[in-house]
């Protein structure tokens, strides 16, 4: 199968391997994925080709009559990289090197790539190089020519400037000041969270998988700036803002990366430290692309992932967003809490934040008190730090009762005691 296009940009020809055992849709996803990848990463697909097989050939992924394909195709298309939508071992991409006259990368290396370019922060950054030493340093013997090349092109951002594959001992010894930097920042970021347990703002982690829709729902709620784009990978590192709830209550709220399927275990190592932004939220909001055929895998997807990262036990709401463009085969799945929005309506954006109440009311400890006027400042923080419900002057008293309901581990639950209805 073979399907060709014109284009006078970085030119590149995919290559998938279905097995048997792999449903037809799910791989014909696999593979739009993987072109949705190389446009991120600033290629342009010429032309894809696939072979149906009953295993993976050990030396060379795919089998020596489609490389033979391939080979005039490269060379008639002018292609400069051939990407696989699969890992290849050393061996497998020494010898297509060795056969096919373009660059050989695989999936792994492309996302890595895409990582590359997309990192902004300190520790965004030292998290990539760390994941891509990790990916190279078994690989150097099977991509000695290409990674002796200055970066230029798809799949050589990074450290491949270095001349890896002569010096084991010096990436080694990176791998190693990377991960004591990684320390450093990891101690930095726990102290800040111990604050933020100190001041118990409750926290709230968007999750899904990648170019779900994350960014914009936390941009349009929160009125930050963090990079919204139709792109995968448009956010690495963790953003967090603050978001007024329509009662009053305000939470920190987290823009975190986006999941895929197939993702490299290196990177989620590596980024494990920028995950636990996730394992400290009190409540998440799993954002789900609506109009994506995939959308069930896509959940799944990070549910496992999740499960990985050992997020348990923390309340979540499933929001379907993209409501605009969903597919007449879209049906929410059975046994979750969940809503469907669009995010670039505000009408839907309220909505969201109405039901995040509701859902926060369900795990906060219910209230009343009675609190003096002369207690101003303590009424203004339970304004913010609780969802109110009712609030009225006693004149008998000189106080303000006030029901609602409250998270049970915050500073204001405790304060609250002593007022007591």
């Known amino acids: 199968m073979v399907e060709t296009t014109k284009s006078t940009e970085e030119k590149v020809l995919l290559v998938g391997c279905k097995l048997t055992e792999v449903q037809e849709d799910r791989f014909r996803y696999s593979m739009e994925e993987l072109a949705a990848?190389?446009?991120?990463?600033?290629?342009?697909?010429?032309?894809?080709?696939?072979?149906?097989?009953?295993?993976?050939?050990?030396?060379?992924?795919?089998?020596?009559?489609?490389?033979?394909?391939?080979?005039?195709?490269?060379?008639?298309?002018?292609?400069?990289?051939?990407?696989?939508?699969?890992?290849?071992?050393?061996?497998?991409?020494?010898?297509?090197?060795?056969?096919?006259?373009?660059?050989?990368?695989?999936?792994?290396?492309?996302?890595?790539?895409?990582?590359?370019?997309?990192?902004?922060?300190?520790?965004?950054?030292?998290?990539?190089?760390?994941?891509?030493?990790?990916?190279?340093?078994?690989?150097?013997?099977?991509?000695?020519?290409?990674?002796?090349?200055?970066?230029?092109?798809?799949?050589?951002?990074?450290?491949?400037?270095?001349?890896?594959?002569?010096?084991?001992?010096?990436?080694?010894?990176?791998?190693?000041?990377?991960?004591?930097?990684?320390?450093?920042?990891?101690?930095?970021?726990?102290?800040?969270?111990?604050?933020?347990?100190?001041?118990?703002?409750?926290?709230?982690?968007?999750?899904?998988?990648?170019?779900?829709?994350?960014?914009?729902?936390?941009?349009?709620?929160?009125?930050?700036?963090?990079?919204?784009?139709?792109?995968?990978?448009?956010?690495?590192?963790?953003?967090?803002?603050?978001?007024?709830?329509?009662?009053?209550?305000?939470?920190?709220?987290?823009?975190?990366?986006?999941?895929?399927?197939?993702?490299?275990?290196?990177?989620?190592?590596?980024?494990?430290?920028t995950l636990e932004e996730v394992r400290e939220a009190d409540f998440l909001l799993h954002v789900v692309d609506a109009s994506s055929e995939d959308y069930f895998n896509h959940e799944a997807t990070v549910m496992s992932l999740l499960d990985q990262l050992d997020v348990k036990d923390v309340p979540m709401l499933t929001v379907y967003n993209k409501r605009d463009a969903m597919t007449a085969q879209f049906v929410p799945t059975e046994g979750k809490k969940s809503t469907i929005i669009s995010a670039l309506q505000q009408a839907d954006l309220e909505k969201l934040l109405l039901r995040i109440e509701e859902e926060l009311k369900q795990n906060f400890k219910y209230f009343e008190a009675k609190i003096p006027a002369s207690h101003g400042k303590f009424l203004t923080s339970v304004q913010m730090g609780a969802i109110i419900e009712k609030r009225e002057w006693v004149e008998e008293v000189e106080s303000y009762l006030v029901r609602g309901y409250v998270p049970p581990l915050s500073t204001t639950y405790k304060q609250l005691q002593q007022f007591q209805a």
Do not use: W
């Open 37 to 273: 990848l190389t446009k991120t990463a600033g290629g342009v697909v010429h032309s894809t080709v696939i072979q149906n097989r009953h295993s993976l050939d050990r030396a060379t992924y795919i089998g020596k009559g489609k490389i033979e394909e391939i080979i005039p195709l490269v060379e008639e298309l002018e292609i400069d990289v051939v990407i696989f939508n699969d890992e290849l071992s050393t061996s497998q991409v020494r010898n297509l090197t060795a056969l096919i006259p373009a660059r050989i990368i695989d999936r792994t290396q492309l996302i890595l790539d895409i990582f590359s370019k997309r990192a902004k922060s300190k520790e965004g950054k030292l998290q990539v190089e760390l994941a891509q030493l990790n990916y190279l340093l078994p690989r150097l013997s099977g991509q000695g020519h290409s990674l002796s090349r200055l970066g230029g092109g798809i799949g050589t951002r990074g450290p491949g400037e270095t001349q890896l594959e002569t010096d084991r001992r010096h990436i080694r010894r990176r791998m190693d000041e990377i991960k004591e930097q990684l320390k450093s920042i990891v101690k930095h970021r726990a102290l800040y969270r111990e604050r933020r347990k100190e001041n118990r703002a409750f926290q709230i982690a968007l999750v899904g998988y990648t170019n779900a829709g994350k960014s914009t729902i936390h941009n349009r709620l929160t009125v930050a700036d963090a990079l919204a784009e139709d792109q995968l990978f448009a956010t690495l590192d963790p953003l967090t803002r603050r978001v007024k709830l329509p009662c009053g209550f305000q939470a920190l709220l987290t823009d975190t990366v986006g999941f895929i399927q197939d993702l490299p275990t290196t990177l989620v190592a590596a980024f494990r430290s």
